[in-house]
């Protein structure tokens, strides 16, 4: 593959040592809030996301040749599942639930090897590829807004101007920053924003930042693992093996997605190469290291692909500085603390900026694949897969939700089929 020069740093160009701690550390902020966010919600030690988010990105890497540059992180789709499973049988049928995810990407990705890939150009075109991508960044914008604006539900001005100035920052440096400013607009955003935070609480006596974890944390702490066959012994939970096995095909979508936003950005075709049974066997690989050590199952993130397209940094190098920083900050008790403690609306501005760029890609597909909105076809493709995936129309079968980026990609490609053969007659 012929190096992409319209980027600073493509797939495989190596950063100088010291900026390349700071890109890596910048796409640590970005991924951080959501990983420990999923444990948090389920009852789960966050530290173990942390460092099963690292160590899965790491062999995602490796099973994908260093050929994609994505992180994978705690996935929000299995939460309802992991709720429901830790209170009728703990973390064990959990991490059962999230090993046979992982074997469920196993069996896919074998299938594919042994049919080939030259149906993916047929299922997916760039009438529905652009929407689905921009579906993905638009549909996270609700959280986004939530974090930006409101505090514990309600509408707080001291957060929207917050968020504002952290949106604000990020804008600035990256279009106006020289040298690495203009590489790691992300960190510096979120460092402003923090800094404004803590001037915002000394001037209005507003807790906005606590330092108590902090405080408490220790310099070093073991995460509390749960792994499989050595703290409990194995026992079968068909419970869990039929509520989260069925999801995977829901983060299955999620995943296509992903690539296909990263083969915009990068100008590549991963789906050929490395191909498409090696990204869903690293995905696989993820979620079953993440189920062995007692983890939530992890999947690609869009805040890192943001990360990515702000900046015009692809490097594998910079994502596997990520994926080793969280291992090891997984292990520094005050560290996460510190990065725990970055405020919501803090969070939020930089969302706001990470989103809309993926669903900026999503607008360029149909640009430059020069896709006519004169055809009634397209305008409507288009259409159902942008109001059911951003609105969130959901499809509840037998206790298996299918719902958003999931349910509007299987709708375009329906009607890709459908509205195709019918043109055809």
Do not use: C
Request: proline share 4%; no cysteine; net charge neutral.
């Amino acid at each position: 593959m012929s190096h992409n020069s319209d980027v600073i740093y493509d797939v495989h160009d190596k950063p100088p040592v010291g900026m390349w701690f700071g890109l890596s550390f910048q796409h640590l902020f970005a991924m951080f809030g959501s990983t420990v966010l999923v444990p948090i919600l389920v009852g789960i030690d966050p530290s173990i996301a942390l460092f099963s988010s690292g160590l899965g990105t790491l062999a995602h890497l490796s099973v994908t040749k260093y050929k994609i540059p994505a992180y994978m992180g705690s996935s929000f789709a299995y939460i309802l599942a992991m709720q429901s499973l830790m209170k009728s049988d703990g973390i064990a049928a959990v991490a059962q639930g999230a090993v046979v995810g992982g074997l469920v990407y196993l069996v896919v990705a074998l299938i594919i090897k042994f049919i080939g890939k030259d149906w993916i150009d047929k299922v997916l075109p760039p009438i529905v590829v652009g929407p689905i991508v921009m579906v993905i960044g638009l549909s996270l914008a609700g959280t986004a807004v939530n974090d930006a604006m409101n505090k514990n539900g309600v509408y707080n001005l001291t957060f929207l101007m917050i968020a504002l100035v952290t949106l604000f920052s990020v804008i600035a440096f990256n279009m106006f920053g020289k040298g690495i400013i203009s590489l790691i607009p992300i960190l510096l955003g979120i460092i402003v924003g923090y800094v404004f935070s803590l001037i915002v609480q000394k001037i209005t006596g507003t807790t906005i930042i606590s330092f108590n974890e902090i405080a408490k944390s220790s310099w070093l702490s073991v995460p509390h693992f749960n792994m499989m066959f050595i703290d409990y012994h194995f026992k079968l939970y068909p419970s869990a093996i039929l509520t989260m096995a069925p999801i995977a095909f829901v983060t299955m979508t999620e995943h296509f997605g992903h690539i296909m936003v990263l083969n915009s950005l990068t100008k590549r075709d991963y789906f050929k190469d490395p191909g498409l049974e090696r990204t869903l066997t690293g995905d696989g690989i993820a979620q079953i290291i993440a189920g062995f050590f007692g983890a939530p199952p992890v999947t690609s993130y869009g805040e890192n692909i943001g990360v990515m397209a702000i900046t015009k940094i692809h490097s594998v190098y910079v994502i596997a500085g990520a994926a080793i920083f969280a291992v090891l900050m997984s292990f520094i008790g005050k560290v996460s603390a510190l990065i725990h403690s970055i405020p919501t609306p803090v969070i939020g501005g930089v969302s706001i900026a990470l989103f809309d760029v993926i669903a900026a890609s999503g607008l360029k597909i149909l640009v430059e694949n020069k896709v006519n909105f004169d055809e009634k076809r397209n305008l409507l493709i288009a259409s159902v897969i942008l109001v059911s995936g951003i609105g969130g129309l959901t499809l509840n079968v037998a206790g298996v939700s299918i719902s958003g980026i999931a349910f509007s990609t299987v709708l375009g490609i329906l009607m890709h089929l459908i509205l195709g053969k019918t043109i055809e007659k």
